[in-house]
């Protein structure tokens, strides 16, 4: 070769490398990102997990993007928001015919893992993966595992650890891939819950390794979210339309992971942190169901305090929490067989167990689901001039009934009059807990929703949680039953403490 042309050839191989970026953070693990291919490895602990990832963004339900389509991408640098050890890495993509395209990577040099995310020039979006590859491989071959997570604890949809090899599902929000013998593994999940659902796509091709890896908003599905029909548009915040910030991370420990994300997928508390002693009670579904009255309510009230000295005197609580007699006697589904006429009725025997149970040294709880309709018929909803029928979530011109119960629309004025009107009513009964359930209800997608600024299930959700939460106003004791599995923001569902119960349920108030 002669020596121009060996000139050349080393002037070619360093603009090559010079292309291939590299974001470290954490332990020996960094991000190896291709400028020229728009395509990213992912380096933990020294080992090449995840190869040629790309991210994919769809706008106006029929424009794929993808970081390979584009043909200019530019790398800035600023300080991340998480500490001062944080970096957030901007790669900006641009191309002909094609909407700006901006993916982020937020690193850590005290961290093992990173947080990625996507946004695209747009004015909505529906499908948003800031990662997407056909190449994985955990380099652990004993006993490995992909955790199956529900969207919710509804339909008995269960969590499930396949073995890799044979994993083939999506997830909702959150996935471990794991060995059971080592303990490493991967968890990848999202941290935000307000706008989007997240699923994350699994495809095994070997013991340890992978043919398919997506984490992705814009996720539906007919029986682990419960939708018939697609995720509901996102618009773009200010220029941009950003998806859900998506973080992965690799650990020792698979369950350090899952409990290291927990704490920051949290989002900040609207109802007052729980102080007192773990919650104990007593749920009238396991022995009554719909057999309930006032009578037995008592005598259920009388059975704790003559027979039972240790609910009695707060011996159980005691020792984690000294001075706490509570115990929660909680009036389940058909507790409005102690009302007579309907919601807006005579509420006497409600205040009656109320005070009975007060003066027994007990509180006095109930039961609600505040966004579904089981009658599933037209007529006016209590609480305001609209009918039920005016709230009912439709999807492709269906009404959707889940557990034989219609789903009523959160951002509706009638919804929300109905919940004002029913938990003014528990307060004045004087009642300290209440179990609302049901919940999963209130995240379904719509055609549309009565707030024309809602325009997914997850709005709509943190938006219904919002309202109830401030008529709730923090005077009672709030039981989260069936709802998502991640906490949503603004929500309450991440703010509830563990309450044990002698008897539960979660089944209708009918």
């Given at each position: 070769?002669?020596?121009?042309?060996?000139?050349?050839a080393c002037?070619?191989?360093?603009?090559?490398?010079?292309?291939?970026?590299?974001?470290?953070?954490?332990?020996?693990s960094?991000?190896?990102y291709?400028?020229?291919?728009?395509?990213?490895?992912?380096?933990?602990?020294?080992?090449?997990?995840?190869?040629?990832?790309y991210?994919?963004?769809r706008?106006?339900?029929?424009?794929?993007?993808?970081?390979?389509?584009?043909?200019?991408?530019?790398?800035?640098?600023?300080?991340?928001?998480?500490?001062?050890?944080?970096?957030?890495?901007?790669?900006?993509?641009?191309?002909k015919?094609?909407?700006?395209?901006?993916?982020?990577?937020?690193?850590?040099?005290?961290?093992a893992?990173?947080?990625?995310?996507?946004?695209?020039?747009?004015?909505?979006?529906?499908?948003?993966?800031p990662?997407?590859?056909?190449?994985?491989?955990?380099?652990?071959?004993?006993?490995?595992?992909?955790?199956?997570?529900?969207?919710?604890?509804?339909?008995?949809?269960?969590?499930?650890?396949?073995?890799?090899?044979?994993?083939?599902?999506?997830?909702?929000?959150?996935?471990?891939l794991?060995?059971?013998?080592?303990?490493h593994?991967?968890?990848?999940?999202?941290?935000d819950?307000?706008?989007?659902?997240?699923?994350?796509?699994?495809?095994?091709?070997?013991?340890?390794?992978?043919?398919?890896?997506?984490?992705?908003?814009?996720?539906?599905?007919?029986?682990?979210?419960?939708?018939i029909?697609?995720?509901g548009?996102?618009?773009?915040s200010?220029?941009?339309?950003?998806?859900?910030?998506?973080m992965?991370?690799?650990?020792?420990?698979?369950?350090?992971?899952?409990?290291t994300?927990?704490?920051?997928a949290?989002?900040?508390?609207v109802?007052?942190?729980?102080?007192?002693?773990?919650?104990?009670?007593?749920?009238?579904?396991?022995?009554?169901?719909?057999?309930?009255?006032?009578p037995?309510?008592?005598?259920?009230?009388?059975?704790?305090?003559?027979?039972?000295?240790?609910?009695?005197?707060?011996?159980?609580?005691?020792?984690?929490?000294?001075?706490?007699?509570?115990?929660?006697?909680?009036?389940?589904?058909?507790?409005?067989?102690?009302?007579?006429g309907?919601?807006?009725?005579?509420?006497?025997?409600?205040?009656?167990?109320?005070?009975?149970?007060?003066?027994?040294?007990?509180?006095?709880?109930?039961y609600?689901?505040?966004?579904?309709?089981?009658?599933?018929?037209a007529?006016?909803?209590?609480?305001?001039?609209?009918?039920?029928?005016?709230?009912?979530?439709?999807?492709?011109?269906q009404?959707?009934?889940?557990?034989?119960?219609?789903?009523?629309?959160?951002?509706?004025?009638?919804?929300?009059?109905?919940?004002?009107?029913?938990?003014?009513?528990?307060?004045?009964?004087?009642?300290?807990?209440?179990?609302?359930?049901?919940?999963?209800?209130a995240?379904?997608?719509?055609?549309?929703?009565?707030?024309?600024?809602?325009?997914?299930?997850?709005?709509?959700?943190?938006?219904?949680?919002k309202?109830?939460?401030?008529?709730?106003?923090?005077?009672?004791?709030?039981?989260?039953?069936?709802?998502?599995?991640?906490?949503?923001?603004?929500?309450?569902?991440?703010?509830?403490?563990?309450?044990?119960?002698?008897?539960s349920?979660r089944?209708?108030?009918?």
């Amino acid at each position: 070769m002669s020596t121009k042309l060996l000139i050349l050839a080393c002037c070619i191989g360093v603009v090559a490398r010079a292309q291939i970026k590299t974001l470290p953070f954490g332990d020996n693990s960094r991000i190896l990102y291709d400028l020229d291919k728009g395509t990213c490895d992912v380096i933990l602990h020294g080992n090449p997990i995840i190869k040629n990832a790309y991210a994919v963004c769809r706008s106006r339900g029929h424009m794929d993007s993808s970081t390979a389509a584009y043909t200019s991408r530019t790398l800035s640098v600023k300080g991340g928001c998480r500490s001062p050890h944080t970096t957030a890495f901007l790669i900006t993509m641009k191309g002909k015919g094609l909407p700006t395209m901006q993916q982020e990577f937020q690193v850590s040099d005290k961290e093992a893992w990173f947080i990625a995310n996507v946004s695209l020039e747009a004015p909505g979006c529906d499908y948003m993966s800031p990662l997407t590859t056909g190449t994985a491989d955990l380099h652990e071959t004993d006993d490995v595992r992909a955790l199956f997570m529900p969207f919710d604890n509804d339909a008995w949809v269960r969590y499930n650890a396949f073995p890799l090899a044979y994993a083939d599902y999506t997830s909702s929000e959150a996935t471990a891939l794991y060995s059971n013998g080592s303990r490493h593994g991967l968890i990848l999940g999202s941290l935000d819950h307000d706008v989007w659902k997240t699923g994350v796509r699994v495809k095994g091709s070997g013991p340890g390794a992978l043919s398919s890896l997506a984490v992705f908003g814009g996720y539906t599905d007919k029986t682990n979210t419960h939708d018939i029909k697609g995720h509901g548009e996102v618009s773009s915040s200010g220029q941009f339309c950003w998806g859900p910030r998506i973080m992965v991370g690799w650990f020792e420990d698979w369950r350090t992971g899952l409990e290291t994300y927990g704490r920051f997928a949290q989002h900040s508390r609207v109802i007052s942190r729980w102080t007192g002693a773990t919650p104990f009670g007593w749920n009238s579904w396991g022995a009554m169901q719909d057999k309930l009255t006032l009578p037995k309510a008592k005598a259920v009230v009388d059975f704790f305090h003559d027979s039972c000295e240790i609910f009695r005197t707060g011996a159980h609580t005691k020792k984690i929490h000294p001075g706490d007699h509570t115990l929660y006697i909680d009036l389940d589904s058909y507790w409005d067989m102690l009302v007579k006429g309907g919601l807006n009725g005579d509420i006497s025997q409600l205040k009656e167990f109320c005070a009975y149970c007060k003066s027994k040294g007990f509180q006095p709880g109930v039961y609600w689901a505040p966004f579904v309709d089981w009658s599933r018929s037209a007529r006016k909803m209590e609480g305001s001039d609209c009918d039920y029928s005016d709230c009912w979530i439709r999807q492709n011109g269906q009404f959707i009934d889940l557990d034989g119960a219609r789903a009523l629309d959160p951002t509706h004025p009638g919804t929300q009059a109905r919940i004002a009107l029913v938990i003014g009513r528990f307060k004045e009964c004087g009642f300290k807990m209440i179990k609302i359930d049901f919940l999963g209800h209130a995240t379904l997608e719509a055609d549309h929703f009565y707030d024309t600024t809602v325009h997914t299930g997850m709005q709509a959700f943190a938006k219904g949680m919002k309202y109830l939460s401030q008529q709730l106003d923090n005077k009672m004791l709030v039981y989260a039953a069936i709802s998502p599995n991640m906490a949503t923001a603004p929500s309450i569902c991440g703010a509830l403490p563990v309450m044990h119960t002698v008897i539960s349920t979660r089944l209708p108030i009918r």
